[in-house]
């Protein structure tokens, strides 16, 4: 709140809110789920994570991409991870099989994160395990170490070159910069998408997975403290070591099937938090409200014994109002957070799905549904724009103009809009506006010759040739073999020759 509160796009972080509030709702109800039922919880997770990996498998060979229902390989990796946890504690032979199932599945998801998260929880679960050879805890600890010692060597050569190649480190010296400039209270809750190309780094277009949109951090802790700053980092560390220290001794008082209950559960927590320093699949469900309700099922089972026996029975009036205020709060929720973005998301995709088929007026017409339901959907207005500017119509033009300076003002330098509006420009001719967005575009991103390209053409309609060459020499060291730079450059050596 307080983040959202002294942020300069407040707007962004206003529909986190409801959503955060769910969360602790989740947390405060498993808190309370009683210790019995523990073990028909952990069922019920493994049917649905059979579900969504049988899901996963059935679909593979008319998707793109192995995601399931969770969008995203990495998110469906880590949760299929978290889910294995689960279902190894709870034995059993319909675990086992369930667990097959789940492991056919990591492996089309090319999640390296979720692996390593659950190599690591494998390595404590290991550190904690009894038995008459490994009964002292200094043999599981030199064991331990061995082993992380033998994948560092072999996994050397691997790490070191995509370091040189991958996106996150780039991304990550970046987020460092964002922090340092608003280092307490950051720059807001849902405002990554928005601060982050201020402070992105030109090289990072040089690494083969660049892309025009970085909306993620590529790590919770950064990404947290980028929005909501140290007070943010803060409390989400002092969050997440009291649910551990719980998990800890929750597991070391219990014992039997709950025992392993618990621990799965416990495990399932880790592999959520070590994925998210690597990724974000926390910001977004089902895993964001998935930790809550492991944190509140572990919290709870360390210290609702002696916790909720504290708690007064309050008269029936009180009750009744309590119940009535919980009702209108839910219902807010679910309509901010759920209603209204999943009927925008169904706007949304029905105008990509016209765009798709050369409907551009369906397409602007759903886009604009969209925008009703969330006018702060940056995807969806960049959508709007794109198709606006495809239409023949000079209005749709001055439309497009419109909709890209509405992004800009929301959110500076998001995708291509800033280079899209300098292109606008020229087809408007407007050659003055049109270097002026133009060259900051080439500040984007020095290494993209079209933009350069583009740069040279509007500086030549502008009767700036001598820049123009410039920009062109330019794209000719990037690419020396280039023939739309080579004929603009003769074009123009043959106007100043006649």
């Not at 529909?15 to 498993?30: D, H, M, V």
């Not at 509006?421 to 506006?433: I, M, N």
């Amino acid at each position: 709140v307080a983040s959202t509160r002294f942020s300069e796009h407040p707007q962004f972080g206003l529909g986190f809110l409801p959503r955060l509030a769910g969360n602790l709702a989740i947390f405060l109800l498993a808190a309370r789920v009683p210790r019995d039922r523990l073990l028909e919880l952990c069922r019920w997770w493994i049917f649905a994570a059979v579900i969504v990996a049988g899901n996963g498998l059935l679909r593979l060979g008319s998707e793109p991409e192995f995601i399931s229902t969770l969008g995203n390989w990495d998110f469906l990796g880590t949760y299929l991870a978290a889910s294995l946890v689960i279902m190894v504690s709870c034995g059993g032979r319909w675990s086992v099989l369930a667990s097959l199932i789940v492991i056919g599945a990591m492996c089309f998801c090319r999640s390296r994160g979720a692996w390593l998260a659950l190599g690591a929880v494998s390595l404590l679960s290991f550190l904690g395990f009894r038995s008459r050879f490994f009964q002292r805890w200094q043999t599981r600890a030199v064991i331990v170490v061995a082993v992380l010692a033998g994948t560092a060597l072999l996994a050397r050569s691997y790490v070191q070159r995509q370091w040189r190649t991958d996106v996150r480190p780039v991304i990550w010296k970046a987020t460092l910069e964002m922090i340092a400039a608003r280092p307490l209270l950051g720059h807001g809750l849902g405002t990554y998408v928005v601060a982050y190309p201020m402070y992105r780094l030109p090289e990072y277009f040089l690494r083969p997975k660049a892309t025009n949109v970085t909306d993620h951090a590529h790590n919770e802790l950064l990404e947290i403290t980028a929005e909501q700053g140290l007070i943010g980092l803060t409390a989400t560390l002092w969050l997440w070591a009291t649910a551990v220290s719980c998990g800890f001794r929750a597991c070391r008082r219990f014992d039997g099937a709950d025992r392993r209950c618990l621990w799965g559960m416990f495990g399932a927590m880790l592999v959520l938090m070590l994925h998210g320093l690597v990724d974000v699949d926390l910001r977004y469900l089902p895993n964001q409200s998935l930790l809550w309700l492991l944190m509140g099922l572990v919290v709870g089972a360390d210290v609702a014994p002696s916790c909720w026996r504290r708690i007064t029975i309050y008269p029936r009036p009180v009750r009744w109002c309590a119940a009535g205020v919980c009702l209108v709060f839910g219902m807010w929720i679910t309509v901010a957070d759920v209603f209204r973005p999943v009927s925008a998301d169904l706007q949304d995709r029905q105008a990509r799905i016209a765009e798709e088929r050369g409907d551009l007026p369906a397409a602007v017409q759903h886009a604009w549904n969209a925008l009703l339901l969330d006018p702060f959907r940056l995807r969806t207005r960049y959508l709007l724009a794109s198709a606006l500017s495809r239409l023949p119509e000079p209005e749709a033009h001055e439309m497009a103009i419109e909709q890209c300076l509405r992004i800009e003002e929301l959110a500076p330098d998001y995708a291509d809009v800033t280079y899209n509006l300098g292109q606008l420009h020229r087809l408007a001719s407007h050659p003055a506006e049109a270097v002026t967005y133009l060259r900051r575009a080439v500040e984007i991103n020095p290494y993209n010759v079209d933009r350069r390209i583009a740069l040279a053409s509007a500086l030549h309609e502008a009767g700036r040739n001598d820049e123009a060459l410039q920009q062109l020499d330019r794209v000719l060291q990037l690419q020396p073999h280039n023939p739309e730079a080579r004929d603009l450059r003769q074009k123009m050596q043959g106007e100043s020759r006649s």
